[in-house]
DNA sequence: GCATTTTTCCCGAATTTTCGGACAAAACTT
DNA sequence: AAGTTTTGTCCGAAAATTCGGGAAAAATGC
């Protein structure tokens, strides 16, 4: 599970603090002093959510949202508020915060919400994941002969077996259970090169 | 996205205006009047989270988030609670449950937080689905020859085909491209019938 | 630069696959 | 129940693939 969370925060004390209360639930706080700084650990792939304060002196918490949303929709954001602004965050929470925790917070209220920004942000990312890897795997059907679709798989075996074998086409031919001219044969049909293979 | 929320509420009227509530916001509420009845529409590929109040007369929330737990650790449980019963709804987060809302709570705040369990919801079938699949694709390496590595790709494709069509071998060998009697002898081959495929 | 390995191609025979024709049995129309 | 379509199987010739031997070209090692 991911621990990672990027904290935005102004205010050193409560920067230290917050980073302390993480660092005790097993969390990996990377404490950040605004949106400056901040700005170039987030992007689409961030292992990790976002803990920012709402009001600084820069940029405040909209602007985070705004750039991290930007980023990647399902980036986690956590807004930090004070007591005055809770209908301000909750508005952000509408624009695509996933959660607001008024100013001073409970502890164990924050890890709480933390820990389920830090699950949906791994589910998120996993889910991305697989879809790529199964759109690799996706586009192998509807059209062509069988002989046709079949070159394809042959031509990933026989791709998979020569990366393997560092170009070398006896020992992959000897990988494949058959003579090195076959391969040959085949891979001539398949318009392959050992060359391309080698590392 | 995911639009149910089951209710699990004995208060009749509560029940009927969150139902309302969700229904303004475009969720499908399900209601029910306690743990009993909710029970069998709990199930571990339920499409939809869970809204449980946490002091009924028969179960209380926590037999109801046990019970979700054990179908589906991934199943969101989201309780309420009465004013007095918060440190009590905070012990159940870290014991599971997705949020816990105070009674009597801002409609907003609770179409929110049901709309995060629902993302979340949502991604964890997916992923599920995804994992199913893939591993489907994985058991394709490393041992056999070539041709035999070959045979389970044409295997599936045949198997693909012949299902859509029924079973019926001559449409089947038609979107192979590929005589009748020809997809005759590669089914032999792969000790395939026909017979399996009819529908 | 020279020896050795490796790639790449060609040949031809043995084997396998393809594919059309034919046909009995089964399944379905009407 | 007769007629039509579909299934499943066998045959045999044409086509494709396999595979061992060989040999020139290219790459590699020393």
Do not use: W
């Amino acid at each position: 599970m991911y621990k990672r969370v990027l904290i935005i925060e102004d205010d050193a004390v409560l920067r230290t603090s917050i980073e302390q209360t993480l660092e005790l639930q097993n969390l990996e706080p990377i404490p950040t002093n605004g949106f400056t700084q901040a700005r170039r650990l987030i992007r689409s792939n961030f292992r990790g959510v976002i803990l920012s304060d709402i009001q600084m002196p820069d940029h405040d918490g909209f602007d985070v949202l705004r750039f991290a949303q930007s980023c990647d929709p399902e980036l986690p954001v956590v807004l930090l508020t004070g007591h005055s602004d809770v209908p301000t965050a909750m508005r952000a929470v509408r624009d695509g915060a996933y959660e607001y925790l008024e100013k001073p917070c409970d502890p164990q209220r924050m890890v709480d919400v933390l820990h389920r920004a830090l699950a949906y942000r791994h589910l998120a990312l996993e889910n991305r994941a697989m879809r790529e890897e199964l759109d690799d795997t996706q586009p192998l059907d509807d059209i062509g002969t069988l002989a046709e679709r079949l070159e394809v798989y042959e031509k990933q075996i026989i791709e998979q077996e020569l990366s393997d074998a560092g170009g070398k086409v006896a020992t992959a031919a000897d990988r494949l259970g058959i003579p090195r001219n076959t391969l040959y044969d085949r891979m001539k049909k398949l318009r392959l090169v050992a060359k391309a293979f080698r590392r």
